[in-house]
């Protein structure tokens, strides 16, 4: 039922691990199975400079999560934020429809862990001015 490119991705996921001193994080759970996933990212000259997840889900949220970091790396934060959910089940060639409810939480994780950025960072700046 999955696509050759989700298969790849599951069983050879790409950023996979934590980034101790990261700039951002963001957690998401998943309302409908309760699986959640983590994304932590590296933030230089605005761009996402690294970029890793934890996830605890199923073969299609690793997928998406792996598929999510190769997305966003590199891109500046302006670029990751517009990265959505169809972008993800896109760049894996398709979800079977019961699945795609495990793909949003990759897009949205991305994008919780660039808002924490932002509020760590506005945070600094106020603290040196
Ligand atoms: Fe939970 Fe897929 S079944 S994320």
Redesign the pocket.
């Given at each position: 039922m999955y696509t050759e490119k989700v298969m790849e991705h599951f069983r050879n996921p790409r950023n996979m691990g934590e980034i101790p001193d990261a700039d951002g994080i963001g957690t998401v759970g998943?309302p409908?199975?309760?699986?959640m996933m983590t994304i932590y990212i590296k933030v230089k000259d605005n761009r996402i400079n690294d970029i890793k997840f934890k996830t605890f889900?199923?073969g299609?949220?690793i997928a998406t999560s792996s598929m999510v970091t190769e997305l966003a790396k590199g891109k500046t934060l302006e670029e990751a934020l517009k990265i959505t959910r169809g972008d993800v089940a896109n760049a894996l060639e398709g979800l079977p429809p019961i699945?795609m409810?495990?793909s949003n939480?990759a897009a949205d994780a991305l994008h919780v862990a660039i808002e924490d950025y932002y509020k760590k960072h506005k945070a600094e700046k106020g603290v040196k001015t």
């Open positions: 998943n409908v199975c309760g699986d889900g199923c299609a949220a699945k409810h495990c939480l």
